[in-house]
């Protein structure tokens, strides 16, 4: 799926294009392949539906105060998208962002909206993924990370060296322990996502610090390579 921005020439879109769909909701327009659903079912996504199944349940269990609290949060604290807009999600959507984070990392839900800052981001990253020895290193400072820290790695690999935009690709691959260390290893998380890896494939790895007490995370910090032999 795309976001789109419409400009003079374009007032609104709706409907399909041969096989692109245009639409809209509440966060702008968007465009996206005419596709009949179908249901995929493994598991990293019977994970990702538990959390959201947990994190549904535990919603509806907070009073009316607490909920409102959220909604008030959400509205200071907009989210940017692709384009650089800011959007605003309803209270339960930004209860559900925190605590997916926080039970997918393997912390304790919270019930009230943090009030601290997010962590800053890493000052150091590097990777070396190696396909001879099935394995991917990170570099990373602070070393160690801090006592609530960890790190959050999303991931992304083609085998095309003519493709260079990878936004759409990007996968969740691991989560670190706290005050995690420098040389962090994730090779097996990686190739369960993507499978083996090949000699030249082109990769981005992109790295936020995650403090495990709020699932507020810090701003990305993204290096690409190629897998080495």
């Known amino acids: 799926m795309a976001k789109i921005m419409l400009g003079s020439l374009a007032g609104a879109i ?29 598991a990293n996504t019977l994970n990702v539906q538990n959390i959201l199944t947990i994190c549904a349940r535990y919603w509806g269990l907070l009073d009316p105060q607490e ?19 800011k959007q605003v999600l309803f209270g339960a959507g930004a ?21 601290a800052s997010p962590p800053a981001p890493l000052t150091t990253l590097s990777a070396v993924l190696d396909a001879s020895a099935h394995t991917a290193i ?26 260079n935009y990878m936004e759409n690709a990007f996968k969740l691959i691991a989560v670190s322990a706290k005050n995690q260390a420098t040389g962090y290893g994730f090779g097996t998380a990686l190739e369960l996502r993507f499978g083996t890896l090949l000699t030249t494939e082109k990769y981005q790895i992109r790295v936020s610090v995650m403090d495990s007490t709020t699932g507020l995370l ?3 910090v993204t290096v690409p390579g190629a897998v080495v032999a």
């Not at 990170?138 to 493709?163: F, K, Q, Y």
Request: charged share 15%.
């Open 138 to 163: 990170l570099t990373t400072a602070p070393n160690p990370l801090g006592a609530n820290n960890r790190l959050w790695i999303e991931a992304a690999i083609v085998n095309s060296p003519g493709v």
């Open 14 to 42: 709706s409907g399909g294009l041969g096989n692109d769909v245009f639409s809209h909701g509440r966060h702008g327009y968007y465009v996206r392949r005419r596709v009949v659903p179908t249901k995929t079912m493994n």
């Open 95 to 115: 209860y559900n962002q925190l605590n997916c984070r926080l039970l997918r990392a393997g912390d304790t839900a919270i019930l009230t909206p943090p009030t």
């Open 218 to 220: 810090s701003g990305p």
């Open 67 to 85: 909920q409102t609290a959220w909604g008030t949060w959400a509205s200071a604290h907009p989210i940017t998208d692709r384009l650089g807009q």
